[in-house]
């Protein structure tokens, strides 16, 4: 098949998960590619612009033991830094960033395009295109159709795809399909890797009503 680009990597999404791989894999010396719905909203904090806390903060910690780059961005952007549940244990001390929003992702783009080895697209995966060995129920996936048809090839295809997969937003007793509110989901990528026979299921966050 003939492809419109070839990478090393591909990385579809480009939340918190996606930033991170699409970092890991360029530092490592492979051409990538980091695909997302909109490039303004790179990294973009959803509800809570919180960085760790009880149950998270650990991960983020091994996040930046592996050389990720959450927490260096988080300490260029927060504006508070608590150690929670300090009356309690060390067990269950702590520490937790809040963070400007919008600083936090026009930093991580910031990031992003200052690595050599990486490029972000903006465009909308459909399909990943699979090969399949004779003889055998090997599938190896090859790369990336995207919504207006070109090709992307890839050794690697990392699906980061979060909320956005087939999302479904409740609203009071209204329901609508969306990644975020406002942004659209990722409908045709989730049917396709149906078609593949990949079992899905959903997992549900609540955000309360907010004034202004």
């Known amino acids: 098949m003939e492809f419109t680009e070839q990478f090393d990597v591909v990385v579809v999404g480009a939340g918190h998960a996606g930033c991170e791989a699409a970092m890991a894999a360029a530092r490592m010396g492979l051409k990538t590619a980091l695909f997302t ?8 904090m959803s509800c809570n612009p919180a960085v760790g806390g009880i149950a998270k903060g650990h991960l983020v910690r091994e996040v930046d ?14 504006i508070q830094f608590r150690l929670l549940n300090t009356s309690r244990g060390p067990a269950v001390w702590s520490p937790r960033a809040q963070c400007d929003k919008q600083a936090y992702r026009l930093k991580m783009r910031e990031v992003l395009e200052s690595q050599s080895n990486l490029k972000i697209k903006q465009a909308e995966v459909a399909d990943l295109i699979i090969e399949h060995t004779a003889g055998s129920e090997r599938r190896t996936a090859r790369g990336i159709r995207l919504r207006d ?10 699906v980061t795809t979060g909320t956005f997969l087939n999302g479904l ?6 329901q609508y399909p969306a990644g975020r509110s406002g942004e659209p989901a990722a409908v045709l990528l989730g049917e396709s890797l149906k078609k593949l026979g ?15």
């Open 198 to 212: 990949l079992r899905g299921c959903r997992l549900k966050t609540g955000t309360p009503p907010r004034l202004d």
């Open 65 to 78: 033991a592996l050389g990720g780059i959450m927490g260096e961005v988080t300490d260029a952007v927060g």
């Open 149 to 158: 048809g070109r090709t992307v090839g890839a050794s690697a295809v990392i």
């Open 169 to 174: 937003i409740h609203c009071g007793e209204q």
């Open 37 to 44: 719905l909109n490039v303004d909203l790179i990294a973009q």
